[in-house]
């Protein structure tokens, strides 16, 4: 049995004197530094190439999608909530009916009136859309 212990006393030592030696740890730490520094390089033209003006467009853009959605949100709790009471869906939808009819009645009676109305709908999409 002392044979066995030396043996592995032997190659303890064998593995203990490699590692002081300076073969492995040395190697593995100039190529980690090697490895981060081109890793940092990448990063930094990425980062360099990246336009930075619109990166503050990028975030009013998020900001509005945000501000909708919660404005969305806000406005169905409000019509469910109007909803649910027995009366009032009815009657928004008879003040619906008589906006509608008032309007038409304005503007769609004579062809003059809707001409007018179609050349008034072209100038705004003109303007606006070019």
């Known amino acids: 049995m002392s ?8 190659a303890a030592e064998t ?23 081109d890793v940092l390089g990448k990063v930094n033209e990425t980062l360099d ?3 930075w003006n619109q990166m503050g467009r990028i ?7 945000a501000a909708v959605i919660v404005a969305q949100i ?3 709790g409000i019509l469910d ?3 649910l009471l027995p009366v009032v869906p009815g009657l928004l939808e008879l003040l619906g009916v008589v906006v509608v009819g008032q309007w038409s009645w304005k503007n769609l009676t004579t062809s003059d009136k809707r001409n007018a109305l179609i050349k008034k709908v072209q100038t705004l999409r003109q303007e606006y859309l070019g």
Not at 59 to 65: A, E, L, T, Y
């Open 59 to 65: 975030g009013k853009i998020v900001g509005i999608f």
């Open 3 to 10: 044979e066995a212990t030396t043996e592995v006393k032997d």
């Open 15 to 37: 593995q203990v004197s490699a590692v002081d030696s300076g073969t492995g740890a040395p190697e593995a730490g100039t190529s980690f530094a090697e490895r981060y520094s």
């Open 74 to 76: 806000l406005i169905k």
């Open 49 to 51: 190439q990246v336009d």
């Open 81 to 83: 909530t109007i909803n």
